[in-house]
C-alpha cells in the first residue's frame, strides 16, 4: 500500500531516475514490441507527409524507430532517452542514427535539425510539459508527433494523476501558446492499444505543424 501511495505521488525528478537507473533487457523486453498496434499507427500517420529524417525524444532502445524504418525506407532517425543502456543498444541498431543521452526538457539536437519530433508516452512523466515543448518545438522543422495522454478538463487530468500517478496534458491549450498550428487530435481505440488503461480514456496521437516566421 505504501509503495502505491508513493507511486502516485512520484515526482517528475523520480520518474528521472526511475527510468534512468532502470536495469532490464531492453532488447528482449523492450525492443521486442517493435509491432504494437500503436506503433504501427504511428508508422502510418508518418505517411501522410513528406519527411526526411525523425528525432525521438524519449526513444527507449529504440522499438517504435524500428517501425518506422521498416515502414520508411530511406529516412534518417535518431532518438534521445535519459538511461544510457537505452542509447547503446539504439545505435548497435541503427546505423548511421544519431542518438544521445538526455532528457526532454535537454535535446542534444541543434535548432531546426530535423524534420519531426516524436514522443511517445514520455510527458506522462512530466508534470510541466512547457520546456520540453519548447525543446521540441526548437529541434523540429515541420512536425511534431505525440501519442501521449490528453485531456482539457483539469478534473479528468487531477483523477487520472491521483489514480494512476500518470500526468495528461491539455495539449490543445498546451501546443497553441507554444505556436503551433494545424493541431489534429486522433483518439486511441482500443485495436490501436489493446488493453490500455488509462490510454483507452486519455490516450491521443496528436499531429501538429511548426509556425514559420
Not at 71 to 84: L, P, T, Y
Amino acid at each position: 500500500m505504501i509503495g502505491y501511495v508513493a507511486k502516485l505521488f512520484r515526482s517528475t525528478k523520480d520518474h528521472c531516475k526511475y527510468w534512468k537507473d532502470r536495469k532490464i533487457d531492453w532488447k528482449k523486453d523492450y525492443l521486442s514490441t517493435w509491432n504494437h498496434p500503436h506503433r504501427q499507427f504511428i508508422s502510418a500517420l508518418l505517411s501522410r507527409f513528406e519527411w526526411g529524417s525523425l528525432f525521438e525524444v524519449g526513444c527507449g532502445g529504440g522499438a517504435n524507430l524500428v517501425n518506422i524504418v521498416q515502414k520508411h525506407k530511406g529516412r534518417s532517425v535518431g532518438g534521445s532517452d535519459i538511461n544510457k543502456d537505452c542509447i547503446q543498444l539504439a545505435t548497435e541498431t541503427f546505423e548511421g542514427g544519431r542518438f544521445s543521452v538526455g532528457s526532454a526538457e535537454d535535446v542534444m539536437m541543434s535548432d531546426n535539425s530535423t524534420d519531426v519530433v516524436l514522443s511517445d508516452m514520455v510527458m506522462i512523466y512530466v508534470s510541466n510539459p512547457n520546456e520540453a515543448i519548447k525543446e521540441m518545438k526548437r529541434v523540429t522543422r515541420h512536425y511534431l508527433l505525440l501519442s501521449e495522454l490528453h485531456s482539457e478538463s483539469l478534473y479528468g487530468r487531477i483523477k487520472l494523476k491521483l489514480t494512476s500517478g500518470y500526468n495528461a496534458h491539455n495539449y490543445k491549450k498546451l501546443l497553441t501558446k507554444h505556436g503551433f498550428t494545424n493541431i489534429e487530435f486522433i483518439k486511441m481505440t482500443e485495436e490501436m492499444w489493446p488493453g490500455g488503461n488509462p490510454q483507452k480514456t486519455y490516450g491521443y496521437f496528436i499531429l501538429a505543424q511548426k509556425t514559420k516566421y
